[in-house]
């Protein structure tokens, strides 16, 4: 995942590894739509699969069609690509298709409510799109999805220190190819525990039918809670086999319920996104607040100072360290979109 | 008074009169009124440009660049001593390189004057911030002048204040105000309309009069600079000085060709420098930065303290950095001032006692090679008698000791002989603290002796014992056991030390101090030390997020989760040690986690708590219907109970508890207060607003424009105001302003052998995207003052971003929006695009084109400039092809074509492809035909004619060519020209060949013969089955004299006379027709004579300016030529001093 994001920036020399990811197909096929949606790239794999040439090119975007293989998401593949499309020199029109929605990585649901909206600051929303065409559960799939995204010259400086308090909750819950009261069980179950709290709740039953619910059943929950500033934490419980949709739908809840005590103006699974997009920034200080960094945030952050030469600055949001929350600050790198065309 | 007066007065008039006096501006009518004010607005508005951020501090901003600029023997030099004596009082004897100098209580100035070399003149061209622009008023603009000003519009323009010079030699005061208005007009032309353009009467005492400098000066102090975008998106500086650091050892050994090690000295300008950034020297090329070190400021703004202390005495009245001038023989270094005492020891100094001692000291500076050398070559016989001198063997082990020691780490023999003396008080020190600490504590000891050592071992503490401090010596990063080692560390530099938010660990470090110097207090003082102790454990719950992640091997698991894996990455390390060849470098679990962006694990959510009702009310205070934030302490309380209920996992919590209960004791009134207040005053803020005019809160574009900027410039200065400099360094990078080193490394050779001062050392910083090469397509122009067009795949200079370098373009046109064509030559007065291969640069950089940098040339040198637009890995230029063919048979609306292919296979690639006759008879190809290879069927909408070519058009694709040559004029000697890819002509010029001539594109005049069409023959049968009008009608011409021809005809007398007049009447009008002709030949006559002797007069005046023009140009040869023999200045200077 993370020699996607060096993709602009890494040299030419074969690279070795920690692990062995690139054996794996669906990582293949992730370099497969890095050169796809580039021009000029050169992604080499070793026999081996522990060694990996990167000549990089330029981010082209354009119309791209990828099937994604059965073995990970449409998310897996989607989220990279969500943060080199608004530096490319088309706007993107990705079609991607395969499974929506796993359990390892982010739905196509949550993308588009809450990935997208996180782009949001950065100044990139105009024309910012995902649409859902066909639903696909693994283990078939059989979705599609079709992702939108504007190009921008630079990004804007992030200043969120406000977390603010939650106003409102929308979910969704989609079933496809199992009984449409599936969703209508799942919602109830959920309301039960959140109703406590505000009023503003909504979650809408999606059921897909015929072609575009895919080739294989299955059902979700998917929750987001935003707040005054605008800040969204999400969560999410997708089926597995002989768990009812209740305790589906509870496992979402309660989980949609850790993250928001987990509080913070960016979401736990977002936080990747918002630290690259701040160290892309103009070369002025950007301020984020969030709970602690995950695994992936720390190799992220690693990985960040290596290619950019930018580290952030983390410090406990408030002197007396009443709150759990960190603030995280970082000098842009000023980086411009030197792809797109002037005229 | 008056108006008593004046009502006792009866002349009413006379008042209304007073009244209505009319001021000379003020309009008459309301529509005048409505129309200046308009136009006033309007005129507002232009003088507005887009608010722009300026990355220059505001309170230790850089010396400003001020180049002066202009041919030799302008006057550059004595403006730039005048100038330093103004400034400083103190007269430079030569100027070499960049001249600091303070100017004021915010300012500094950096002169530099640029050679008449075109190479330095783009270089200076991209880092000044004001042109002193030098004209010689009594020979005018030269063309270099205009060539430069061309070059600066295109790399942003920085200021440029005109200066006239030599007007002393204009002796008529007509000619010399005539003159001073005629080029003021040029000038304005070339700048905009109301230019600064001084005037500087003749030389006194080898300076400029001191008033005119006084006033120039003034101009200068004022003068605001608008930041430009190029520099405001790179980090840049203007070496002022130069060293070579590679060892002599190295350098000598590889005969002077090893790649060298050396710094640059200089103030950084533009954006900030971080660590890592690659640069370039335009006239070098790209290097890497090996080591930044900030230097103390050689030239600083006073400050009051400084301002106490200043002497009267007028040469220490203010500093000048000037390294490469030898200012007084003061030489800076690296944490050091050279003083150069000429006199004492210098060789070839004969004022110098010649003692035994002083002899000896002098031949040692002499010397070239070392003893061991010498003593190789010599030989010494012991004895008179015997046979053989005596020979030294090999010997190895003190030269090699040389060796490692100059190769150690790259750095001079100087910086080895420092690292050493570091070193060596700090294995003493080791020893000194070990007999301090031996009373304190045992790991704490040995933790110490971790310190002293360098980077190369890696700690190996177990993981109970981990302490914020400690953590930073896993990570390999150097913290030096005292604050003055801190001290001296950060002035070498050489080391960065990160220690995140300040707070926690500047409370560690004072403790630790504090223990060590004072044991017994320590001892005696237990209660203050359990409280410290117990803040400590608190501070240990509190990770240091910043230096965990960057600063420790941890891996990303055992960051988050601060717990087991320490040991077993302990465990791992040695294992590593032992065997390091089979390593499992991680489990397969860990890249997992970093793989999936969802938990993989719900039970390791912990989700189990949110069954009980109290858990759910915990959270209750996160919603907009949960209680305010003033109770939030209240729910707090419960919080606390909740936590004590589940006590599963929040250690985080248990710590904010402490923290709220810490400080509830001691000000739990305060905050209250504090917080009341602050609402107090949001609230006293939304009301004035809404009382007061909601739209005057309002403000434009701009004005919010710029608030915004100035909101986020308050921000980026107060995020990092109270971060040390090192770790400022590592997280934003080194900011402009400050005088930096840096070492830069395997630089070529020749660089340093051919360094010359009097060339500017621009040290541009690269944006990654610039590091790399691909197609730049730019939007170009030819200039229109250079003779030549260009022509396709011809070499060109190209001066884009911080290079110089040749590359060979292709010409494009736009074919109606769907195709790139490819031109032979750029067009005339017109915009094309170009493609080349090479570095590419942000799209909206301006660039500078030249066929050649040579000095001499006699045409105006830029060829062309333009404005990169795009960049990519790959270039979609076509030339049209045409392939044709003939028919070799027709049927109705099919053909056979033959001759258009070779084979049936090319047939097939273009199938379906577009056909056209000559005729304009359109038409596809379809298949091919088995028979004469490469024939094939086509149809057309009618049918073709035998005699009539076919056209395929087609479009073939060009490729650039991938060649790029940076223009290195800093490696060649000062006096030797760059020569690059020569241009085709000239190639063949030099080689006696002629261009290439291919019979079959001659133009020949075209033999066409003449059409026979046969005439239309409609048989018998058919004329006689046709009706009467489509019968051809065919007629004999008549052979008989018709009626009236075979008669005479005779007129009556009527007849006759009437014919008589009219006969008559043409008679004259012929005559009167005749005679106008002859009158307005006449006149034209004249008119031929006039035209010629304004001919006349027009050659003899153009004979008489190219008269003048050699003129001129023989007095500057003249007089370049006296300068050179150093006569002039002398003669000047006398004939000043007989006018004094």
């Keep these: 995942m993370t020699t996607t994001t060096d993709d602009q920036h890494s040299s030419l020399q074969w690279s070795p590894l920690l692990s062995s990811p690139f054996s794996s197909l669906y990582a293949k096929r992730l370099l497969r739509l890095v050169e796809k949606v580039t021009n000029g790239t050169v992604i080499e794999i070793s026999l081996t699969g522990t060694a990996i040439l990167v000549k990089p090119g330029i981010i082209s975007g354009g119309p791209v069609t990828h099937d994604c293989p059965l073995s990970r998401s449409i998310g897996y593949f989607l989220e990279p690509i969500i943060m080199l499309a608004p530096f490319s020199k088309k706007p993107f029109s990705l079609t991607l298709r395969g499974i929506t929605t796993d359990d390892k990585d982010l739905s196509v649901d949550l993308i588009r409510t809450v990935t997208l909206p996180h782009l949001e600051p950065f100044g990139i929303s105009d024309g910012l799109e995902l649409k859902i065409k066909k639903r696909g559960s693994p283990p078939l799939g059989g979705g599609e999805v079709l992702f939108l995204c504007p190009i921008v010259k630079k990004v804007k400086t992030l200043n969120f220190i406000e977390p603010g308090k939650i106003k409102r909750i929308r979910g969704i819950a989609h079933a496809v190819r199992v009984s449409p009261q599936f969703s209508n069980r799942m919602i109830e179950a959920a309301r039960s525990v959140l109703n406590r709290y505000i009023p503003d709740i909504y979650l809408y039953s999606d059921v897909y039918k015929g072609e575009e619910g895919g080739k294989s059943p299955g059902y979700a929950l998917s929750l987001v809670a935003e707040t005054t500033t605008a800040a969204l934490h999400c969560a999410e419980a997708v089926s597995r086999p002989g768990v009812a949709p209740e305790d589906i739908s509870l496992e979402a809840t309660r989980s949609l319920l850790s993250e928001i005590e987990r509080g913070g103006c960016v979401d736990q699974k977002h936080q990747t996104l918002v630290l690259l997009m701040m160290a892309l920034g103009s070369e002025d200080v950007g301020r984020c607040r969030m709970a602690e960094p995950t695994e992936r945030t720390v190799q992220f952050l690693r990985d960040v100072r290596d290619t950019f030469g930018t580290s952030f600055k983390i410090v406990p949001a408030d002197k007396l360290g009443e709150s759990p929350h960190l603030l995280y600050s970082c000098y842009g790198t000023g980086y411009i979109n030197t792809n797109r065309t002037l005229a | ?1140």
């Design chain 2, 1 to 1140: 008074m008056s108006d008593d007066k004046s009502s006792t007065q009866k002349h009413k008039v006379h008042r209304r009169k007073k009244a209505e006096k009319k001021s000379a501006f003020a309009p008459r009518s309301g529509r005048r009124a409505e129309r200046q004010g308009r136009r006033a607005a309007e005129r507002d508005q232009t003088r507005l440009h887009v608010p722009l951020v300026d990355r220059t501090p505001d309170d230790i901003p850089p010396p400003v660049i001020v180049a002066i600029v202009g041919p030799p023997g302008v006057g550059k030099s004595t403006l730039i001593k005048s100038l330093v004596r103004r400034y400083t009082k103190q007269t430079l004897n030569d100027t070499r390189g960049p001249v600091t100098v303070v100017s004021g209580k915010k300012r500094r100035l950096t002169f530099i004057e640029c050679n008449n070399d075109l190479n330095s003149m783009i270089d200076i061209a991209k880092v000044a911030d004001l042109v002193l622009l030098m004209i010689d008023g009594s020979f005018g603009f030269e063309m270099e002048t205009f060539e430069f000003l061309n070059i600066l519009q295109v790399h942003g323009f920085p200021k440029v204040i005109g200066i006239l010079t030599h007007l002393d030699l204009i002796k008529k005061s007509a000619t010399l105000r005539a003159t001073k208005k005629s080029l003021k007009k040029r000038f304005w032309a070339e700048i905009y309309q109301g230019a600064k353009l001084f005037y500087l009467s003749g030389v006194l005492n080898g300076r400029y009069p001191d008033s005119e400098i006084l006033n120039l000066s003034r101009f200068i102090s004022v003068m605001k600079f608008r930041p430009l975008i190029f520099r405001n998106a790179h980090s840049y500086l203007l070496a002022d000085r130069f060293e070579d650091l590679t060892p002599r050892e190295q350098i000598r050994l590889s005969k002077g060709k090893c790649d060298r090690t050396v710094t640059v000295y200089g103030y950084l300008r533009g954006t900030n420098l971080r660590e890592g950034t690659k640069v370039h020297i335009p006239g070098v090329g790209d290097l890497g930065i090996n080591l930044i070190t900030l230097l103390g400021d050689p030239c600083p703004f006073p400050t009051a303290d400084s301002e106490k202390r200043r002497k009267l005495s007028e040469k220490k009245r203010l500093l000048v950095h000037a390294p490469m001038s030898d200012v007084g023989g003061v030489m800076y270094d690296k944490d050091a001032v050279w003083v150069n005492v000429p006199g004492s020891f210098t060789r070839g100094n004969p004022d110098v006692p010649q003692g035994e001692g002083e002899q000896m000291v002098m031949d040692l500076q002499g010397v070239n090679e070392t003893l061991e050398h010498a003593v190789t070559r010599s030989q010494i016989r012991l004895l008179d008698s015997s046979s053989k001198s005596l020979s030294i063997g090999p010997h190895p082990s003190p030269s090699r000791h040389v060796l490692s020691r100059a190769r150690g780490d790259g750095e001079g023999q100087r910086d080895n002989e420092e690292d050493e003396q570091e070193e060596d008080p700090g294995s003493a020190s080791d020893g000194d603290f070990d007999d301090d600490e031996l009373s304190y504590s045992e790991d704490e000891s040995a933790e110490l002796d971790i310190t002293g050592r360098s980077t190369l071992r890696a700690g190996h503490h177990s993981a109970d014992k981990l302490t914020p401090t400690r953590e930073h010596e896993g990570a390999g990063i150097q913290y030096a056991e005292s604050d003055s080692d801190l001290g001296d560390d950060g002035g070498g530099g050489a080391r960065m030390h990160f220690d995140s938010d300040g707070g926690n660990d500047i409370d560690l470090q004072s403790d630790t101090d504090g223990r060590d110097e004072e044991v017994p207090k320590w001892k005696s003082n237990l209660l203050n030390q359990a409280s410290a102790s117990f803040k400590l454990v608190r501070q240990n719950k509190r990770k240091d997020w910043t230096t965990l992640i960057y600063s420790s091997s941890l891996s990303p698991r055992e960051v988050v989760r601060d717990e087991p894996g320490t040991a077993r990455n302990e465990d791992h390390k040695e294992n590593d040690q032992v065997d390091d060849f089979f390593t499992l470098k991680a489990t397969d679990a860990d890249a997992d986690t970093l793989d999936a962006t969802k938990e993989m694990n719900p039970l390791a959510l912990h989700l189990g708590k949110w069954e009980g009702e109290e858990a759910l009310d915990s959270i209750r205070h996160l919603f907009i219907t949960g209680v305010n934030d003033t109770s939030v302490a209240g729910s707090a309380g419960e919080h606390d109970g909740v936590a004590d209920d589940n006590a599963s996992d929040e250690d985080e919590k248990a710590d904010s508890d402490y923290d709220e209960e810490f400080p509830k004791g001691a000000d739990d009134s305060d905050p209250r207060a504090a917080i009341l207040m602050t609402k107090k005053e949001a609230l006293k803020r939304k009301f004035d607003e809404q009382y007061d005019d909601p739209e005057s809160a309002k403000q434009d574009f701009y004005a919010e424009a710029k608030e915004a900027i100035s909101a986020q410039q308050a921000l980026n200065r107060a995020e990092f105001a109270d971060v040390d400099a090192t770790t400022r360094a590592l997280v934003e990078g080194y900011r402009p302003g400050s005088y930096v080193r840096l070492e830069l490394t395997s630089v070529p050779c020749e660089m340093s052998e051919h360094f010359d001062p009097t060339r500017p050392l621009v040290v541009g910083g690269l944006l990654p995207i610039e590091e790399q090469f691909g197609f730049v397509q730019v939007r170009i122009k030819r200039h229109r003052w250079h003779t030549r067009t260009l022509k396709t795949n011809d070499p060109l200079i190209l001066s884009l971003g911080w290079r110089r370098f040749q590359t060979v373009p292709i010409y494009s046109l736009d074919d109606h929006s769907i195709r790139m064509r490819m031109l032979k030559y750029t067009p005339e007065h017109m915009h094309c695009y170009a493609n080349f291969y090479g570095p590419v640069s942000a799209p909206n950089t301006g660039f500078c084109a030249f066929n050649s940098l040579e000095d001499g040339a006699a045409a105006f040198r830029i060829a062309a400039t333009g404005v990169v637009l795009d960049i990519d890995r790959s270039v979609n230029i076509v030339k049209k092809l045409k392939l044709t063919g003939v028919p070799y048979k027709i049927f109705k609306n099919t053909t056979f074509v033959k001759d258009m292919f070779s084979s049936a296979l090319e047939v097939a690639k273009f199938e379906g492809a577009n056909l056209r006759t000559v005729s304009g008879i359109r038409g596809q190809v379809k298949k091919a035909l088995p028979k004469p290879d490469g024939a094939f069927r086509a149809t057309f909408e009618d049918k073709v004619l035998m005699s009539d070519l076919i056209f395929l058009r087609a479009w073939y694709t060009i490729q650039p060519r991938k060649f790029y040559n940076p223009v290195t004029s800093l490696l060649l000697s000062s006096g030797s020209h760059w020569t690059g890819m020569r241009l085709n002509g000239q190639v063949r010029r030099e080689q006696g060949l002629s261009a290439p001539h291919q019979p079959d594109s001659a133009y020949k005049s075209i033999e066409r013969p003449g059409r026979r069409f046969n005439a239309l023959k409609v048989p018998r049968k058919l004329q006689a089955a046709l009706p009467y009008a489509s019968k051809p009608k065919l007629m004999k011409p008549q052979k008989k004299a018709t009626y009236l021809q075979k008669r005479a005809v005779l007129l009556e007398p009527e007849e006759k006379k009437a014919l008589v007049v009219m006969q008559q009447m043409h008679a004259l009008r012929k005559d009167a027709i005749m005679r106008r002709r002859e009158k307005k030949q006449e006149g034209a006559e004249i008119r031929k004579k006039r035209l010629e002797k304004d001919e006349h007069r027009k050659s003899e005046k153009k004979r008489e300016e190219r008269k003048d023009h050699m003129r001129v140009a023989g007095i500057k040869n003249k007089r370049k030529a006296e300068r050179e023999e150093g006569i002039s200045r002398k003669k000047r200077k006398n004939l000043h001093q007989v006018i004094a």
